[in-house]
């Protein structure tokens, strides 16, 4: 089975600064992907960013990039020029990709991100 | 595209009581997925329909749950005799492929 960990439950930051999520995952697993979801105040989650195992070049939205490091299995996002509308509760996501798997979502329990004006 | 929805937001019931939720997902998704999330917790899996077809339940699914999605579009959770333990968010995803799910904003479940 996939576990996912992430070890910061909570972060702040300053508005207009970088900040790094981390995340760690275990699996068996060669093929496979990567996720990080965010799920607002009171609103629903929607999909920051996504990395396929198998592309060693990280994935890159707007102000967000990740760090996919495959072999320490560790996945951190970064968030630069953070915003205040970036406050949120931010979710690692493993996805087995494989017959068989379903493609369900696995999450660690989160990092709850504050920006500060 | 009106996104996900679900209903209703909130529930609360008594404990013992059946409570049913409902789920619509994007029209021409053909994937539909129910995750339960508890407080300080990320979304766990429950289920998974491919169209009308539940390919996969979680150990989590006990056999007072059952869910159902009939000519593959809306889907229901059913929670039978509810116990304390079930008051959680339920969540609703669905998806096209398998590069994005789409989650609804969610149904919180209270039993007292």
């Known amino acids: 089975a996939q576990t996912v960990t992430q070890s910061q439950p909570e972060m702040s930051v300053q508005e207009a600064e970088t900040v790094t999520l981390s995340c760690t995952y275990d699996t068996s697993e060669s093929n496979y992907y990567l996720f990080w979801y965010k799920q607002p105040p009171s609103r629903q989650m929607i999909l920051v960013i996504r990395q396929e195992a198998y592309k060693q070049q990280n994935a890159t939205e707007n102000r967000f990039s990740v760090n996919f490091q495959k072999a320490a299995k560790s996945f951190s996002l970064k968030i630069s020029d953070s915003q205040l509308g970036d406050t949120a509760m931010y979710f690692c996501a493993f996805m087995k990709q494989s017959g068989g798997s379903n493609y369900k979502l696995t999450f660690g329990k989160g990092t709850l991100l504050t920006v500060n004006p | 595209d009106t996104g996900v929805s679900q209903d209703p937001r909130h529930k609360i019931t008594k404990r013992g009581q059946n409570v049913t939720f409902r789920c619509d997902p994007i029209s021409e998704h053909n994937r539909l997925y129910w995750y339960r999330q508890t407080l300080g917790q990320g979304p766990e899996f429950l289920t998974y329909?491919?169209?009308?077809?539940?390919?996969?339940k979680s150990r989590l699914l006990s056999d007072r749950f059952s869910a159902e999605r009939p000519k593959g579009s809306f889907s229901t959770l059913e929670i039978q005799r509810t116990e304390q333990g079930d008051s959680a968010m339920y969540l609703c995803?669905?998806?096209?492929?398998?590069?994005?799910?789409?989650f609804g904003p969610g149904t919180r479940l209270t039993v007292t």
């Open positions: 995803a669905s998806t096209l492929d398998y590069y994005e799910q789409y």
């Open positions: 329909f491919q169209n009308e077809a539940q390919l996969e």
